[in-house]
């Protein structure tokens, strides 16, 4: 069993042409859920904008996991996922001062399930055995807003990384071995990444991000993909709705290997502290 969660990918090429122009923009919006501009942008000496993001990611997940050569193929539902789900904590944190940004995103989600079978063995009428996976990704980014005109916005993340702390654990109850199986796997990709705005109106934002990395520094490709339509309910608050997409693929010189893609629908609220 896996886990899900559960922050950008697609280094996003083309540029649009002409020269920055007046926005108005506030708000720093640079995670997978964000808020349309309200202030005039960017000059070296506007206060900080800040938001903070909680969201709900109902993700389904498919991959592979293994250690020394024993390899498991898996899929789950987001309803196979929310059936097992015992925690979890989604949100961001992000903030624009001028065009310089930052954000870092924070997923962590625990999974347990049980099951019990009676066994032919004397003394052992019955054998529980307990799984439970978790999963903690942290993404700090920095970034430059070098492109902001008031119909299109476009942020570079020229430094960030994603770090993974996975693992997962089966004990058995009234086991005649009494044996406890775990394992964890610790590592960080580097990212580079972009993200495009498009306020569609002074109370509607169209997002589209992403980043890519691993590169073998850490795993063997890393890369998300995020979008999002976020509508302003108010000068504080703003709700979001979109898609993301995660893939990792991490492999270790004693075997152990951890190929994961993760996706679904997230709803988001956001908190601007502006």
Not at 220 to 244: C, P
């Amino acid at each position: 069993m896996s886990l899900v969660v559960v922050s950008l990918m697609l280094c996003l090429s083309s540029l649009a042409h002409g020269q920055d122009q007046p926005a108005e923009a506030g708000s720093s919006q640079n995670a997978p859920v964000g808020a349309p501009s309200k202030t005039p942008a960017a000059d070296p000496g506007d206060p900080w904008h800040a938001d903070l993001i909680l969201y709900l990611w109902l993700a389904g997940a498919h991959g592979t996991i293994g250690m020394a050569s024993h390899d498991v193929d898996f899929r789950a539902s987001p309803t196979e996922l929310l059936q097992h789900f015992r925690f979890g904590l989604m949100g961001t944190v992000q903030a624009r001062r001028g065009r310089y940004v930052f954000i870092n995103d924070l997923l962590w989600v625990r999974l347990r399930a049980t099951n019990t079978t009676t066994l032919p063995v004397p003394g052992q009428p019955q054998l529980s055995a307990e799984a439970k996976a978790w999963q903690f990704i942290l993404t700090p980014a920095f970034g430059y807003r070098f492109l902001d005109g008031e119909k299109i916005k476009i942020d570079a993340m020229m430094l960030g990384v994603r770090y993974w702390h996975v693992g997962s654990s089966l004990q058995f109850t009234s086991s005649p071995f009494g044996r406890t199986f775990s394992k964890t796997l610790n590592w960080a990709d580097p990212l580079l990444g972009a993200r495009i705005l498009f306020p569609l109106s002074p109370k509607v934002l169209v997002t589209i991000g992403g980043d890519a990395g691993g590169w073998g520094a850490g795993a063997q490709l890393d890369y998300e993909i995020v979008g999002s339509l976020g509508y302003n309910l108010s000068r504080k608050f703003t709700i979001s709705a979109g898609y993301r997409y995660l893939y990792v693929d991490y492999r270790t010189t004693g075997d152990s290997i951890y190929k994961l893609a993760i996706s679904g629908v997230l709803v988001g609220v956001n908190y601007h502290f502006e």
